[in-house]
């Protein structure tokens, strides 16, 4: 089971009292996309085996978002970080390299 932190409120608790939201920092489409675009926003997500950015919710806490770093594989959290953040975090990925040193960020 995953332990996450809300960097909001700084509770940390099981993954049941928050809710998944899904990938973290996608680029939201615009009026002016087209189909393809557009299509591609709304389907096409990554599913990566290793370090994913995900948006999570304080469901059962101060309903916050806030974004988590972890491993797909391992279920290790590397950290979370607030939702208004919109690139991740320099701490974040230390975390990450200090654990994966062959990992590059995909961004």
């Known amino acids: 089971?995953?332990?996450?932190?809300?960097?909001?409120c700084g509770v940390t608790a099981e993954e049941t009292e928050f809710a998944p939201g899904g990938e973290a920092h996608l680029k939201r489409m615009g009026p002016g996309a087209d189909d393809a675009a557009f299509r591609?926003?709304?389907?096409?997500?990554?599913?990566p085996r290793g370090v994913h950015f995900e948006r999570w919710r304080h469901a059962f806490g101060c309903g916050k978002w806030f974004h988590a770093a972890r491993c797909t594989q391992t279920l290790e959290v590397f950290g979370t970080y607030t939702a208004q953040t919109s690139s991740v975090p320099d701490d974040i990925v230390a975390a990450i390299k200090a654990r994966r040193p062959d990992w590059e960020l995909d961004q």
């Open 1 to 8: 089971m995953l332990s996450l932190t809300c960097p909001n």
């Open 40 to 47: 591609d926003y709304l389907f096409q997500r990554k599913n």
